[in-house]
């Protein structure tokens, strides 16, 4: 009973120790005896020091909505919130995007390191206004929304929070990425990996190849469900971002301190492009002409040729990529400079067969096929470093050896990061055993396209993105870590957000919190936080999976997956 009125408090004027997701370094009471630390109201003014009108403008167009009153500029009113650089807080926190966020009674001050440091602090300000901060509108005619008497500090434990969505195998309308680029936002990630090509769509408009967009955007019909399922969706499926669709993206992450970092994957992962261009194909081995834009999921067989060709036409793809997406898209981040050149699950079959292939092998001096994909892996390499950029690629670009500059994203397991960190190259950690969110998030019958291991809430909780055995130099070289939700099986927006939450708020506090070693964290408290949180996505629409499993809506009767059993074999 008393519980129960103790929860229902918290939810109106949630006690931040309890609410916050991701969870903040220190929160204090900066009143004694805690309580209404301020009132937000119709007359509550925005002082928007030096620097920080960008975080003002954000606060009146998300708080500003949701309260509905109008965050003046400050000219008089006592009644405001303070924002401010302090540059100082860096050192003094660890990081150049930490806050100080201060209630105290008379005032709300929040002083941001940087300008980015301000923005994670203006979103811990809206999650402690509570779940209706987080509407487009007021739902009711309140007057006054309360505001916590708290001091907080807080800074990220990782440099790199990071979420890829895959949106070449099923593509998202631009609306829903910005709406993602808002809910990371939320999360305090940012990091946002566009995987934009594969065997089954290339999704970004680039001028000079216009049959990528015209051919290579499309298929005719879809897999519905895994590969060994029978069904399929016997309907196009299809879209593509213009030039300008990414420009506006790039620019929206860019005023939430998001990088973008685009995936163009090569040389797997491309029979969309070789059925636009099939003289991008290895033409001495198969009829590339004959190739569509695969309906099927898996590991296509057909990869870019090792030719002159292929390069000169991807160094054209790269043009317009980096000028879509400039290295100083957001000015604190050194993660707007990255550009991703996939490398994964290159199959070699065709490379073998291939007489151009072979040709090129002995030419070059080469061991095998393995050291041909890494010799196209450095000549991008080369050429993104001529170009002021950084190449980062999956974690096979290791084998037959690792491009001077390269970052990894370890998805294997650690082992492929491990091996990166040790031979002194940045990595991002993203193991599929963990932080795949396209695999099923309970076991049962009702989990709808089950794929790949059980990974709940408190696994992905339990998450670490620093293996042990690293020295200190060592674990310094993991950039952070990264959800990734590939869209197989996720045909629409609502079925990622039913993949991706409430697991992305787990994998945010891994990212963003300092929290103690796996086996010691308190699952239950971030639990206890959650009922807050979900009441915060379900203003924001998530269609997030319940804890009690999903909506009749939700399933997907009869939709063959491919389950694992077990625990997932630790690499
Ligand atoms: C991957 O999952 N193939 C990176």
């Not at 002159?308 to 317009?320: A, K, N, S, W």
């Not at 450095?378 to 690629?393: M, N, P, V």
């Not at 809430?457 to 993991?478: H, I, K, S, W």
């Not at 039913?498 to 919190?513: G, I, K, N």
């Amino acid at each position: 009973m008393s519980d129960d009125t103790n929860d229902d408090k918290r939810f109106l004027f949630p006690d931040p120790d309890v609410a916050l997701v991701p969870a903040p370094s220190r929160v204090s009471a900066s009143l004694p005896g805690g309580g209404t630390g301020h009132v937000i109201d119709a007359d509550t003014e925005i002082d928007a020091a030096e620097g920080t009108e960008r975080v003002a403008q954000w606060l009146r167009a998300t708080v500003g909505a949701a309260t509905g009153f109008p965050l003046r500029p400050h000219r008089r009113n006592v009644n405001r919130v303070l924002l401010r650089i302090v540059p100082s807080l860096a050192g003094e926190l660890g990081s150049p995007e930490a806050y100080r966020l201060c209630a105290d009674g008379s005032l709300i001050a929040i002083d941001g390191a940087s300008e980015t440091g301000l923005f994670w602090g203006a979103q811990t300000f809206r999650q402690l206004l509570g779940p209706e901060a987080f509407r487009r509108a007021p739902v009711a005619r309140r007057q006054q929304w309360e505001f916590p008497a708290v001091t907080i500090h807080d800074a990220p434990r990782f440099r790199w929070r990071g979420l890829l969505l895959d949106v070449a195998r099923h593509f998202m309308p631009k609306e829903d990425v910005l709406r993602y680029l808002d809910l990371m936002a939320a999360h305090k990630l940012n990091v946002f990996h566009f995987h934009l090509t594969d065997d089954q769509g290339w999704r970004i408009e680039i001028k000079r190849y216009p049959k990528l967009t015209e051919t290579a955007s499309w298929r005719a019909r879809s897999k519905f469900g895994h590969r060994a399922s029978p069904r399929w969706e016997e309907k196009p499926h299809g879209g593509y971002y213009t030039q300008d669709d990414i420009r506006e993206i790039v620019a929206y992450a860019a005023e939430r301190h998001i990088a973008v970092v685009p995936e163009i994957d090569v040389p797997g992962h491309s029979q969309a492009a070789i059925a636009a261009y099939p003289e991008l194909g290895n033409t001495d081995v198969i009829d590339t002409t004959a190739l569509t834009v695969w309906d099927n999921w898996g590991i296509s067989a057909n990869v870019l040729a090792p030719t002159d060709t292929t390069l000169r036409f991807y160094e054209g793809v790269f043009e317009e990529v980096l000028e879509l997406f400039p290295a100083d898209a957001v000015q604190s981040s050194p993660f707007s400079s990255f550009v991703h050149v996939g490398g994964d699950e290159c199959r070699k079959e065709q490379w073998t067969e291939s007489v151009t292939a072979k040709t090129r092998i002995a030419d070059l001096g080469l061991t095998d096929e393995d050291a041909l994909q890494s010799w196209f892996i450095g000549h991008f390499d080369a050429w993104l470093s001529a170009r002021g950029r950084r190449l980062i690629g999956w974690d096979e670009i290791l084998e037959g050896g690792l491009a001077e500059g390269a970052a990894v994203s370890s998805w294997r397991g650690y082992g492929g990061g491990i091996a990166a960190a040790r031979a002194g190259h940045d990595v991002v950690m993203c193991p599929e055993q963990y932080v795949y969110l396209d695999h099923r998030q309970a076991p049962g019958e009702d989990e709808p396209v089950p794929i790949g291991f059980v990974r709940t809430l408190e696994d992905v909780y339990r998450f670490e993105p620093v293996p042990d055995g690293l020295t200190e130099a060592e674990a310094r070289q993991v950039l952070g870590t990264q959800a990734n939700v590939w869209t197989e099986v996720l045909e629409d927006t609502a079925r990622v957000d039913y993949q991706t939450f409430p697991r992305l708020a787990a994998f945010a506090e891994v990212a963003w919190s300092r929290l103690p070693a796996p086996a010691e964290r308190d699952f239950a408290g971030f639990e206890r936080r959650m009922a807050a949180h979900y009441g915060r996505l379900d203003a924001l629409g998530v269609a997030y999976r319940p804890p009690a499993g999903p909506r009749p809506w939700q399933r997907r009767p009869g939709v063959l997956g491919r389950p694992l059993e077990g625990p997932p074999p630790n690499k």
